[in-house]
């Protein structure tokens, strides 16, 4: 099995150079009918019924059985398209799932659930997303995949290509990032060859039986002019945003330039708004040493700006009487769903319910049994920030006191 490991580089769009694709290919369904005539057909009784059902109905619309060159076709099919696609995507799932049917290494889709449609395609119907790769690695990667379905359905071949493929889509109603694993089935796709298959010599063969594949000589050895790859490919994403994200903050967290540099921590906000998926809240970091109190961010804002105006430094004594003592008292993260209904507001609250801030968590940072700071989220809606996020606060916690220490 081969495993392709890349770089962290700058992000590039999951369709980039798509066009470059040496090969010749076309939709078809084809391979899902067969899947309908020799695996459903066949087999219980009930099933079966349905089956000849649906393969009556392919056979009063005979262009879905051939290369399919306009999309129209499929289009004004799409009752039976989606009684096909019932051998695919569970209809119980397609509400929740995001899974797409695909032109083959196009990355267009023709068929989508709702949450794909919606998340991660265009209105071209070109998958959406980023990478973090370079655009040569893509193209590479195209062409490893198709030589491993290449070998494998023309040679008997199963060489495996293995890529961690992690996207990021921007959420139309939030603007946060999302991340998404993409998982690709090729199952559905057919190799056809034009004449002779090459032949391949015995030491490229132990090569591959190595897992070792190398897109430039398989170029030499395989022409893509040689083959034409017929059907579809099912991609299926599967959200990975929370470990995506703690991962990012774990990795930004490690420079402790991270937290004082403005436009780093605005970068760093975001991170934690896209975990939360509260795009509108504001973070804050302070250290204590003693009984002094660093402010060294909060949000976009200057730190003088923050509590109290025009200093970062204060006594904790300032905080007499206000959620920052108590959380700290307490040493847990203090929820405050509505500044309003707060009693007995202190000086802090009665400056953040004045900036417009209605809701709040403010959370001891403890590194080796001591409060060295406190980590603090503010948001302008009443009742967006509450105990549901205890879980995800929880888990960065420990990471933020490690960068104040």
Same mark, same amino acid.
Request: glycine fraction near 6%.
């Given at each position: 099995?081969?495993?392709?490991?890349?770089?962290?580089?700058?992000?590039?769009?999951?369709?980039?150079?798509?066009?470059?694709?040496?090969?010749?290919?076309?939709?078809?369904?084809?391979?899902?009918?067969?899947?309908?005539?020799?695996?459903?057909?066949?087999?219980?009784?009930?099933?079966?019924?349905?089956?000849?059902?649906?393969?009556?109905?392919?056979?009063?619309?005979?262009e879905l059985a051939g290369p399919v060159t306009d999309l129209t076709a499929v289009r004004v099919h799409?009752?039976?398209?989606? @009684? *096909?696609?019932? %051998?695919?995507?569970?209809?119980?799932?397609?509400?929740?799932?995001?899974? =797409? #049917? &695909? !032109?083959?290494?196009?990355?267009?889709?023709?068929?989508?659930?709702?949450?794909?449609?919606?998340?991660?395609?265009?209105?071209?119907?070109?998958?959406?997303?980023?990478?973090?790769?370079?655009?040569?690695?893509?193209?590479?990667?195209?062409?490893?995949?198709?030589?491993?379905?290449?070998?494998?359905?023309?040679?008997?071949?199963?060489?495996?290509?293995?890529?961690?493929?992690?996207?990021?889509?921007?959420?139309?109603?939030?603007?946060?990032?999302?991340?998404?694993?993409?998982?690709?089935?090729?199952?559905?796709?057919?190799?056809?060859?034009?004449?002779?298959?090459? @032949? *391949?010599?015995? %030491?490229?063969?132990?090569?591959?039986?190595?897992?070792?594949?190398?897109? =430039? #000589? &398989? !170029?030499?050895?395989?022409?893509?002019?040689?083959?034409?790859?017929?059907?579809?490919?099912?991609?299926?994403?599967?959200?990975?945003?929370?470990?995506?994200?703690?991962?990012?903050?774990?990795?930004?967290?490690?420079?402790?330039?991270?937290?004082?540099?403005?436009?780093?921590?605005?970068?760093?906000?975001?991170?934690?708004?896209?975990?939360?998926?509260?795009?509108?809240?504001?973070?804050?970091?302070?250290?204590?040493?003693?009984?002094?109190?660093?402010?060294?961010?909060?949000?976009?804002?200057?730190?003088?700006?923050?509590?109290?105006?025009?200093?970062?430094?204060?006594?904790?004594?300032?905080?007499?009487?206000?959620?920052?003592?108590?959380?700290?008292?307490?040493?847990?993260? &203090?929820?405050?769903?509505?500044?309003?209904?707060?009693?007995?507001?202190?000086?802090?609250?009665?400056?953040?319910?004045?900036?417009?801030?209605?809701?709040?968590?403010?959370?001891?940072?403890?590194?080796?049994?001591?409060?060295?700071?406190?980590?603090?989220?503010?948001s302008a809606k009443p009742g967006s920030l509450n105990l549901t996020l205890m879980p995800h606060l929880?888990?960065?916690?420990?990471?933020?006191?490690?960068?104040?220490?």
């Amino acid at each position: 099995m081969s495993e392709l490991q890349v770089p962290e580089s700058a992000q590039v769009a999951v369709t980039t150079k798509v066009d470059e694709f040496p090969f010749r290919t076309e939709l078809s369904l084809a391979p899902l009918i067969r899947y309908w005539e020799h695996e459903v057909a066949e087999g219980c009784s009930v099933l079966a019924s349905v089956a000849r059902t649906v393969l009556d109905q392919v056979a009063r619309a005979p262009e879905l059985a051939g290369p399919v060159t306009d999309l129209t076709a499929v289009r004004v099919h799409d009752d039976l398209l989606r @009684a *096909l696609m019932v %051998a695919v995507f569970s209809p119980a799932a397609e509400d929740d799932g995001y899974a =797409a #049917a &695909l !032109l083959p290494f196009r990355l267009r889709t023709f068929f989508a659930t709702p949450g794909f449609a919606r998340l991660l395609t265009g209105g071209d119907g070109f998958v959406l997303g980023r990478v973090d790769v370079d655009a040569d690695v893509l193209v590479n990667v195209r062409m490893l995949h198709a030589y491993s379905l290449i070998l494998l359905r023309v040679y008997g071949i199963d060489v495996g290509v293995e890529y961690p493929w992690v996207s990021s889509v921007k959420d139309p109603d939030t603007g946060l990032d999302r991340y998404f694993k993409f998982l690709v089935n090729r199952r559905f796709l057919d190799v056809d060859v034009v004449g002779e298959p090459p @032949a *391949l010599t015995e %030491a490229l063969r132990q090569r591959l039986g190595a897992g070792i594949l190398d897109p =430039a #000589a &398989l !170029l030499a050895v395989l022409p893509p002019d040689k083959f034409v790859i017929r059907g579809f490919s099912i991609i299926k994403a599967v959200e990975v945003t929370e470990q995506e994200v703690l991962s990012a903050i774990e990795r930004e967290l490690i420079d402790k330039e991270s937290i004082v540099s403005t436009e780093r921590f605005r970068g760093l906000q975001d991170k934690v708004r896209a975990l939360l998926r509260r795009p509108e809240i504001d973070l804050g970091l302070a250290a204590i040493e003693g009984d002094r109190i660093l402010t060294l961010n909060f949000g976009s804002r200057d730190a003088r700006g923050c509590i109290f105006a025009g200093s970062t430094h204060h006594r904790v004594s300032d905080f007499a009487g206000s959620v920052y003592e108590r959380a700290a008292q307490e040493r847990r993260p &203090l929820f405050v769903e509505d500044l309003e209904a707060w009693p007995k507001r202190s000086r802090a609250e009665e400056w953040l319910l004045a900036e417009g801030y209605r809701s709040l968590v403010v959370a001891p940072l403890i590194y080796q049994d001591a409060i060295i700071g406190s980590l603090k989220l503010a948001s302008a809606k009443p009742g967006s920030l509450n105990l549901t996020l205890m879980p995800h606060l929880q888990q960065i916690l420990p990471l933020f006191a490690m960068a104040v220490k």
